[in-house]
């Protein structure tokens, strides 16, 4: 539409009139991401050290990437099965019950998605009848409260704490329920604070999950990022599998974030109703996309755990370099996240993240956004290259010295 010099439209109608009125309300309330808002900041500058997107540092190797190239000069392109490649959920299958000891039928028990976060957004959707509570244990990702608003649920968070490891407790999950609760929402290792739990640490959620016949989400894609042994998945819990739709992807241990390629695992009729969904929206995910994710599973296992031993160096690093400039901070346990506490310097966590990118030129991530639990708290992301990490440690040290 052709637009005239005095901002009027030809059509004699006024320009920028707001639309605000036809939305949704449940999407007028959510807030834009907290973490992409800060970062449209840090765009474009090249003086700014980011530790901020949890995105790895790394490329796709080499051959997954090859994978897919040879996939489309075999003109691989046309739609797959609304569920995901035969081939594809029978690697995933293999993959799950060799490292997380947990079975799943590929035919009707595994979904393939545009990244874990379809995952979420199809179990909240197949799940949430309105009104119903979904537990949020925080601080957590940024995602679930958003998603649970748009399904027509109610978000409820329960805080963890430091001195817990920022894991959850039975007596905490206990207290959140009402007779309107449905759904917990597990992330575990848990972004942002690292935070793990154990085999020890699951059988008493498990214990109020059952008393109460909760469904749980359990977050898993940062699994493989486990640096304190081997990840427990909650679905491995005795009792557990039926009543846990596992959500992981290849985004963060095989570095496909770009990729979107993602699953769902869990009883038949939650993955059957979570596949109606996926079919009338996305149809499939990318076929290109399949092929790289069997190509990772199969073959990409030793760069998986390279990558993962690098993560492993630079988390002791972060965690080490921020104690010595003054910050306390409990030691993450998984994922690729410090979560130091800032509550020391006397700012809050926007004043903190806001004069360290304009004062130290570092970039994190302000713990508020995170829910409850992350104020007083920063973002560290470690996934990238020791050299950036050591100079924005050096940086901290600098500002924070300043303050004091």
Known sequence: MIVNSDKQQTDGSQPNKSMQGYLAPQVQQIQPSGIRKFFDLVSGNKDIITL?????????????????????????????????????????????????????????????????SEAIDLALRALITPGD??????????????????????????????????????????????????????SYPSNPTGGIMTYEDWLPIA??????????????????????????????????????ILVSGFSKAFAMTGWRMGYACGHPDLISAMLKIHQYTVMCAPAMGQVAALEALTNGLEEKDRM??????????????????????????????AFPSIKSTGL???????????????????????????????RCSYATSVAQLNEAIHRMGEFVRKLS
Not at 152 to 159: A, F, H, L, T
Not at 311 to 318: A, D, E, P
Not at 349 to 377: C, H, I, T, W
Request: net charge negative.
């Open 308 to 337: 993962v031993d690098s993560y492993n160096q630079r988390r002791r690093l972060v965690v080490q370099g921020l104690r010595d400039i003054g910050l306390e901070c409990h030691e993450p346990q998984g994922a690729f996240y």
């Open 207 to 244: 214990k109020v999950v059952e008393k109460h016949d909760l469904i749980v989400i359990s977050d898993e894609i940062y699994a493989e990022l486990s640096y304190a042994g081997k990840h427990v998945s909650f679905a491995s819990v005795p009792g557990m599998k039926d009543r846990t």
């Open 52 to 116: 901020g997107v949890g995105e790895p540092d790394f490329v796709t190797p080499w051959h997954v990437r090859e994978a897919c190239v040879y996939s489309l000069e075999r003109g691989f392109t046309r739609y797959t099965s609304n569920a995901g490649t035969p081939e594809l959920r029978e690697a995933i299958a293999l993959y799950l019950n060799d490292n997380f000891n947990v079975a799943y039928e590929p035919k009707d028990e595994i979904l393939v998605t545009v990244g874990g």
């Open 348 to 378: 809050t966590s926007d004043e903190f993240a806001q004069r360290l990118l304009v004062e130290a030129k570092v970039a994190a991530v302000p713990g508020n956004v995170f829910g409850l639990g992350g104020e007083g708290y920063l």
């Open 133 to 186: 509570e979904i537990l949020i244990p925080e601080p957590s990702y940024i995602s679930y409260s958003p998603i649970t608003m748009i399904g027509g649920g109610v978000p409820v968070g329960i805080e963890t704490f430091a001195k817990d490891q920022f894991k959850l407790k039975a007596e905490q999950l206990e207290a959140a329920i009402t007779p309107k609760s449905k759904v917990l929402v597990l």
